[in-house]
């Protein structure tokens, strides 16, 4: 069975960083780019940051780029996702989401994610 477990979320002042985790079972980890995708209350998901599959190259949306750092530990199957400067507008559940890949490919659209995890509320206010 499938399993991405998130954890780490909670309320944060402005300001202040959070650091989410992923743990991963029910396959094989390291065969899968990972992402963090954010829905927001009232909106569509929002792809924020993203990793390959050994963790040599990470990408992140613009929106986020500078505050959002994306790391992975293929001997643990986790992922993690580090935010700092957070603003109200980063309120939103944060989802682990798993893509297989043969390129190695970070895809930056939802859509691509095969294997989602349950999401871990982050909300920003002070």
């Known amino acids: 069975e499938v399993q991405l477990q998130a954890s780490g979320g909670g309320l944060v002042q402005p300001g202040g960083p959070v650091r989410l985790s992923c743990a991963a079972s029910?396959?094989?980890?390291?065969?899968?780019?990972m992402s963090w995708i954010r829905q927001a209350p009232g909106k569509g998901p929002e792809w924020v940051s993203g990793?390959?599959?050994?963790?040599?190259?990470?990408t992140s949306a613009d929106s986020v780029k500078g505050r959002f750092t994306v790391s992975r530990d293929n001997a643990k199957n986790t992922v993690s996702l580090q935010v700092n400067s957070l603003k109200p507008e980063d309120t939103a559940v944060y989802y682990c989401?798993?893509?297989?890949?043969?390129?190695?490919?970070?895809?930056?659209?939802?859509?691509?994610?095969?294997?989602w995890g349950q999401g871990t509320l982050v909300t920003v206010s002070s």
């Open positions: 990793i390959n599959t050994v963790g040599s190259r990470t």
């Open positions: 989401a798993a893509d297989y890949t043969v390129t190695g490919a970070v895809h930056t659209t939802s859509a691509h994610y095969e294997y």
């Open positions: 029910g396959f094989t980890f390291s065969n899968y780019a």
